[in-house]
């Protein structure tokens, strides 16, 4: 089945101690999202690669980083996380971007904990 | 104030109810609005989107839209156990925000046998 993927589902990590999250779409589509979620609040957008153009909200922290190699893989680096960086990180998935019923499909998420 | 507002709850129905979610938003331009469903600890999952005036109606849920009022609303009849979750309001404005969904904070919904 065509879908998105993330791993690893749950990821611990050290203060400080760069780590890298993963996410994969079989459904060839154009649009890539991560989103940062805090618990019991709303997912809040870091940024999005329509094709190869990254496009960084204009208050993600510089500690967040973005690749995409290609159009299946996306990748978040958080530099030097600290422990307000604990939360769930989604990526998510649309064929465009700028429709208004184009609707995001999400992965199974990356509960990240800092120690 | 917060351009998706959503009472966070818990909102508690008994199962068979119809349960009632609400949300507001700031964006008067805004064209299209959607419902999704998370689990704990889950991702979210769509349930429904909406971009006209009125109602609209999937199985045992509806969607209500009034642009007037900046208002949009959830439906869950015959609510069953299995619907206990946070359900989220997200909004998009494609002309001053692009492809971006804005999410409110999310409405715990419990239903108890």
């Known amino acids: 089945d065509a879908m998105v993927i993330q791993n690893p589902r749950y990821q611990v990590t050290q203060f400080g101690k760069p780590v890298t999250l993963s996410c994969s779409q079989t459904?060839?589509?154009?649009?890539m999202y991560w989103y940062q979620q805090k618990s019991s609040q709303a997912p809040k957008l870091l940024f999005h690669?329509?094709?190869?153009?990254?496009?960084n909200e204009a208050d993600t922290p510089d500690n967040f980083q973005s690749r995409r190699p290609n159009t299946s893989f996306c990748f978040l680096d958080i530099r030097s996380p600290g422990l307000g960086d604990a939360a769930m990180y989604l990526c998510?998935?649309?064929?465009?971007?700028?429709?208004?019923?184009?609707?995001?499909?999400f992965g199974s998420g990356t509960q990240l904990s800092v120690l | 104030q917060k351009e998706v507002e959503q009472n966070s709850g818990p909102l508690s129905v008994p199962e068979g109810a119809i349960a009632s979610l609400n949300c507001t938003y700031s964006?008067?331009?805004?064209?299209?609005f959607f419902w999704y469903r998370q689990y704990s600890g889950k991702s979210p999952e769509l349930i429904m989107f909406?971009?006209?005036?009125g109602d609209k109606e999937d199985g045992r849920f509806t969607a209500q839209l009034n642009k007037a009022s900046q208002y949009v609303s959830l439906l869950i009849r015959d609510s069953q156990p299995s619907d206990s979750a946070t359900y989220l309001c997200?909004?998009?404005?494609?002309?001053?925000?692009?492809?971006?969904?804005?999410f409110g904070q999310g409405t715990e919904l419990s239903v108890k046998p």
């Open positions: 998510a998935t649309s064929r465009v971007w700028g429709s208004a019923n184009e609707k995001l499909f």
């Open positions: 459904l060839n589509h154009n649009v």
């Open positions: 690669y329509y094709d190869k153009d990254f496009n």
């Open positions: 964006d008067r331009g805004s064209q299209s």
């Open positions: 909406i971009y006209s005036n």
């Open positions: 997200a909004v998009k404005n494609i002309y001053n925000q692009g492809g971006k969904l804005i």
